[in-house]
């Protein structure tokens, strides 16, 4: 018995935890009243992307999400909340076990694997509890994304195409993932998953009028085309972070909202062509330094399993960054870094090889605990870190900090521990 809670007991103890979380979070109107508004008007034959709900939200989401959680429209709204969350508490711990499972020689090892879960889980935590708190739908969206890259390492591409094709249907964002799919040389995967985000945008189609679904299709094009000049500047509201918004912001004196503070952050002032020229060329940037992590010619499989988890916590992480109109939920795609870079450092605190750099590990690890976590940590001047997009440069931190651990170095880390 003491053997089990030694081994479970803390796993056990974050089910508990999550339980009660779920009970609390359940309350309350949050972003799910707005899907659940869009689910309502749909069935009613409203244009869903013409409407504000709460005065002033959109809902961006595609209407096969709108149709699938109409059943919860039925429920009081503590329940359908509850429901949501429940669902995805189970999403988190698939990812968890999905992303602990690229760790090389994880299962063999429990104290290491649950100190990666634990530091992960600390430096994650603003990131994910921020999706529990608004019950939003990024984690499904994570869930969808590693679930169909597992699929891939299963040789089951045509599933991996409907959990890919899935997600892309629902918030574009993992449409990063078919090129990297195609540079690995998973072209039947890819290909799947193009056909089936085409059935997926269609499909409601069947339900609701092929019609009525194509004008939704294009209303729904006009809400959140990137060329829109609200999704230039992107300071529509002051917690959005991405790309965009950091260079409108330091680019574009006055670029702001009725809400911005009145503190100077900006340090030129462009024309919009010119803001236009250097955004597209800063997510040009951010996609080409892909290749960096890839590390291998085109169409050619990773070599292991470790580095597909270093391939995809690049990819993934800047997927936020490229696109307009992120919120800080959005940024839970940054797990699967953050996941490699905690097993990285475990590993090289635990070889003892002098070129281990500890002190200045800690010290970046302690300024990236602040900038992710900052809302968590000190929520009082929340509007300040908003204001001058300090998530954004945590973010921006981890691209450097996983180019200084490469596969290469952490499995050198894994032989050292060995022979000590």
């Known amino acids: 018995m ?6 479970y007991g803390v796993f ?3 089910g508990v935890l999550a339980a009660v979380l779920l009970f609390v979070e359940s309350a309350g109107i949050k972003d799910f009243d707005i899907f659940l508004g869009a689910s309502h008007d749909l069935l009613a034959g409203k244009d869903i992307y013409t409407i504000k709900y709460h005065e002033w939200y959109h809902y961006y989401y595609d209407t096969l999400f709108a149709l699938l959680i109409s059943p919860l429209t039925y429920l009081p709204l503590y329940w359908a909340n509850f429901v949501w969350l429940a669902l995805n508490m189970v999403f988190t711990y698939r990812i968890w076990r999905m992303l602990l499972n690229y760790l090389p020689h994880a299962s063999a090892n429990h104290k290491r694997l649950l100190q990666v879960f634990l530091l992960s889980f600390v430096f994650s935590f603003h990131l994910w509890h921020k999706n529990i708190h608004l019950t939003q739908a990024t984690i499904l969206i994570l869930w969808l994304s590693l679930e169909g890259l597992r699929q891939v390492g299963r040789g089951k591409p045509l599933w991996a195409g409907v959990f890919i094709g899935l997600g892309i249907s629902i918030k574009i964002m993992p449409l990063v993932l078919i090129p990297y799919l ?13 056909i089936l985000t085409a059935v997926f945008l269609i499909a409601p189609g069947l339900v609701i009028g092929m019609e009525f679904q194509m004008t939704l299709l294009e209303s729904r094009w006009a809400l959140i085309n990137p060329q829109n000049a609200e999704h230039l500047l992107d300071v529509t509201e002051r917690s959005f972070h991405s790309i965009t918004t950091l260079l409108a912001t330091l680019l574009v004196e006055h670029a702001g909202n009725d809400y911005t503070l009145d ?31 890839l590390r291998s010619r085109p169409f050619v499989q990773s070599a292991g399993k470790l580095q597909t988890l270093y391939e995809l916590s690049y990819v993934l992480l800047i997927t936020p960054l490229i696109f307009p109109h992120q919120q800080h939920y959005a940024f839970f795609f940054a797990l699967p870094c953050i996941v490699y870079l905690i097993h990285a450092v475990v590993l090289g605190f635990r070889a003892r090889t002098e070129g281990f750099p500890r002190v200045p590990a800690i010290i970046l690890g302690l300024v990236l605990l602040f900038l992710l976590n900052s809302h968590f940590l000190w929520g009082a001047h929340r509007d300040l870190y908003d204001h001058f997009k300090t998530l954004t440069y945590g973010i921006l931190l981890l691209i450097p900090c996983l180019a200084l651990f490469p ?12 022979e000590t």
């Open 12 to 14: 056990v103890l974050f």
């Open 407 to 418: 596969p290469v170095k952490v499995e050198s880390y894994l032989h050292a521990q060995r």
């Open 263 to 293: 503190l100077k952050r900006n340090i030129a002032n462009v024309d919009m062509g010119t803001l236009t020229v250097i955004i597209n060329g800063a997510r040009l940037l951010l996609v080409g330094l892909a290749v960096y992590f």
């Open 182 to 194: 195609l540079y690995r040389g998973e072209f039947r995967a890819a290909t799947f998953a193009v």
């Open 2 to 7: 003491n053997g089990w809670l030694r081994k």
